[in-house]
């Protein structure tokens, strides 16, 4: 049964684009020649329905299971500087999320159908999980605003590092090092003291050219990325598909407010645009890639068996060795300096507690040392 959709609507301001505020004008503006560069914005709800877990859900989300490791604080699994001190608790995170493992959503599918047809501006996305890619979104077309999975390389020399052997080592537990300097291997998430990507800084003004808006299942919290929201032309109407009102949505003459699941809402419009059999088409190919990528992974699995059990002796012989913050929840096996893949192993029963169903989304970027988001700029939407 389809979730409630609110369409929200300021009697004050009758929609200038638009012939109302709703789907079915919705649906006319986007098949009428006036609506040719569509901008999308993706947030954590997004991949809700995949099966993964926001940031902040109580008891769900991904902060409150790392919570139960007892690390220093839970965004330390994302901390650059704890990731150069200890890789283990982002590797043992890495096992559980690495992408394989999820199936992109209708959602997903609407954003690479609206590619098929040409009218796909850009797709900038908040999460890490790469599902974008998985459902068939040209790589052209996707700016990861956070950094994703898709690409990983040495914290210290910056060389790239290859995609096979980095699942490798993500699916058989071990820390993969750099070939050149033996650096640690980091995918190209961004941490709490990164820099944002630059292809996103870059791709910014494109949406001076947009003709229309779509932000799905994020909350608009996290700056810089929620600012992109109010780079639109004023002319440029704006769709939110969420959960709840966020931002200052419901504040533009065509602005259109869809509450409800993200998928549902999506199924809905392709209705009306006469487009649910070619969604459906494209979300039914999803389903092959998956059963091709869990065949593979099967076969590696099979090929090289955990460790964990079998050097569980051997840790407990080394905690000694690690830092008094964390030894009391951590166990580390620190790589030999000539061993590229040394296994670096933590105590699996606590890690399985404390990852159940947990899978994280791109953490808000804040400048080193800071305890809050930084504000977002002071932007003019444009006239």
Known sequence: ?????????????????????????LAHYIKSNE???????????VSTAAGIPDFRSPKTGLYSNLARLNLPHPEAVFDISFFRNNPVPFYSLAHELYPGKFRPTLTHSFVRLLSEKN????????????????AG???????????????????????????????????????????????????????FGEALPAEFIQSIGLLNSADLLIVMGTSLTVHPFASLAEMTPSSCPRVLI?????????????????LGQCDEVVKQLCQELGWEKELSRLWEKT??????????????VAAHPSTLDEEADKIQAEINAISESIEESLKINEPEADDESSPEDIDEERLKEALADAVPRAPIVMPSGATEPPASPEIQRKG
């Open 1 to 25: 049964m389809m979730d409630r959709i609110m369409r929200r609507r300021d009697k004050n301001k009758e929609p200038k684009v638009l012939k109302a505020r709703d789907i079915p004008a």
């Open 35 to 45: 609506c040719k560069n569509i901008a999308i914005m993706l947030g954590a709800g």
């Open 119 to 134: 009218l796909l501006l850009k797709c900038f996305t908040q999460n890490i999980d790469t599902l974008e890619r998985r």
């Open 137 to 191: 979104v040209p790589g052209n077309k996707i700016i990861e605003a956070h950094g994703s999975f898709a690409t990983q390389r040495c914290i210290d020399c910056k060389s790239e590092y290859d995609d096979e052997r980095m699942k490798k080592h993500v699916l058989e537990k071990k820390i993969p090092r750099c070939d050149r300097c033996k650096g640690l291997i980091k995918p190209d998430i961004v941490f």
């Open 242 to 258: 969420n959960l709840d009102k966020v931002g200052d949505f419901g504040d533009q003459p065509d602005d259109v407010i869809l």
């Open 287 to 300: 389903a092959y890639s998956m059963e091709v990528e869990e065949g593979e992974e099967a076969g590696v």
